[in-house]
């Protein structure tokens, strides 16, 4: 089969959806983190709790088919890079499902008894679902950018030969602290643009706290990363059409060459200005009570944080600690064009669906949750 789009063209088109599926995962899961981290400290009786957890009820299953779709396209698109990063980061990824798996159980056991302390348990293990995810997935993130401990042999099978505490160091635990206040700041501006009087006042307070925050911890991140951290550069000829085999290229370790792609197109300069204007926006559009103009420049500043790295390692994907020549980038790890052009044709089809009734969804949805909708609402948590 002949295929009309070229393999290059492909692979740069496949490894932007995948930040489209990081981002959308982020904007849209990522306020019902922030609630979740938010429930025990914004809700001070279980009415107020209740609140926070009806805003994000009727939403948060449907936003988790962005991670999804995430894992599903990793896999589908990008084997070896799944491979390797699952390997690497098993019992991180365990942590991260069983407290997604705890989320559900948490929205659906609360409610079954009228007990002060039951529902006190619960509480705080809607707060682990959405504390750990999002300290992990930053971890994760900050152990990308300075490479992973894995290689492959001559049938490509991966190595991994980290640890998991390894990947606790001190820059992956500032990335997944980044994670949790920009996610907590998003879970704010929803739980202030959702609900009303006391609950919505707190979230308003807590998402200018978080915001400023997350700016000063990704300011931080960004000024490591510049001066302590090296990146990776590919020192031979590779060709961005050919077979993928991670084998058959030579990669360096440079001082600051995350900070390449910056100078060579000014134009990706607008990832990490979102990323540190978005939240300072975020916290002048709380301070002036602007709940809608809060969330979408929340959504802004999450947007820029996660595509800044993205763009700064491009094209590396998955970059080698270990043996820096099997790093992993868009061009020798991908499936094949044609796996490529069919799996794109689908997502032509169906993620055009996915955000119409998404839309659809958000919009018979609207409007704030008040204490008066448990009287009438058998279903509410």
């Not at 914004?42 to 948060?60: A, C, F, H, M, Q």
């Not at 499902?97 to 009228?114: H, N, S, T």
């Not at 206040?181 to 200018?208: D, N, S």
């Not at 763009?311 to 099997?326: H, N, Q, R, T």
Request: with cysteine.
């Amino acid at each position: 089969m002949t295929v009309p789009i070229d393999y290059e063209i492909l692979r740069v088109i496949w490894w932007a959806l995948i930040g489209i599926l990081l981002i959308g995962f982020a904007i849209f899961d990522g306020f019902d983190l922030g609630t979740a981290i938010l429930l025990p400290f914004v809700g001070r009786n279980d009415i107020e709790r209740r609140l926070l957890i009806n805003s994000v009820g009727p939403v948060w299953e449907g936003n988790q088919v962005w991670f999804i779709l995430g894992g599903g396209a990793s896999f589908a698109a990008w084997p070896p890079l799944y491979a390797a990063s699952f390997s690497g980061f098993y019992l991180a990824m365990f942590l991260v499902l069983f407290a997604l798996i705890l989320r559900p159980v948490a929205f659906k056991f609360r409610g079954k008894l009228e007990n002060k302390a039951w529902r006190t348990i619960w509480d705080w293990a809607l707060f682990i679902g959405g504390f750990v995810p999002a300290l992990i997935f930053g971890v994760a993130f900050g152990n990308v950018l300075q490479g992973v401990p894995f290689h492959f042999d001559d049938d490509l099978r991966v190595f991994y030969t980290g640890s998991f505490v390894g990947l606790l160091n001190p820059f992956a635990l500032l990335c997944g602290l980044v994670s949790v206040a920009m996610l907590t700041t998003h879970g704010a501006a929803y739980v202030w643009m959702k609900t009303t009087e006391a609950p919505a006042e707190r979230a308003r307070r807590a998402g200018v706290a978080a915001s400023l925050l997350t700016f000063a911890l990704f300011a931080a991140g960004g000024i490591w990363l510049h001066v302590g951290i090296s990146g990776f550069t590919i020192t031979s000829a590779i060709d961005t059409a050919g077979p993928s085999n991670p084998l058959r290229k030579t990669v360096e370790l440079a001082a600051d060459a995350w900070f390449n792609n910056y100078r060579l197109a000014p134009w990706t300069v607008i990832a990490p200005v979102l990323g540190l204007a978005g939240p300072l926006l975020t916290a002048l559009l709380l301070t002036w009570r602007k709940p809608l103009g809060a969330f979408l420049a929340s959504a802004l500043g999450l947007l820029g944080i996660i595509a800044t790295p993205g763009l700064a390692m491009f094209p590396f994907i998955l970059p080698s600690s270990s043996e820096p020549g099997v790093s992993l980038t868009v061009w020798d790890a991908s499936s094949s064009q044609l796996t490529l052009f069919i799996m794109l044709i689908a997502v032509v089809i169906f993620l055009p669906i996915i955000l119409a009734y998404t839309a659809w969804v958000y919009r018979v949805l609207h409007g704030k949750i008040t204490p008066q909708m448990f009287d009438t609402d058998r279903h509410a948590y």
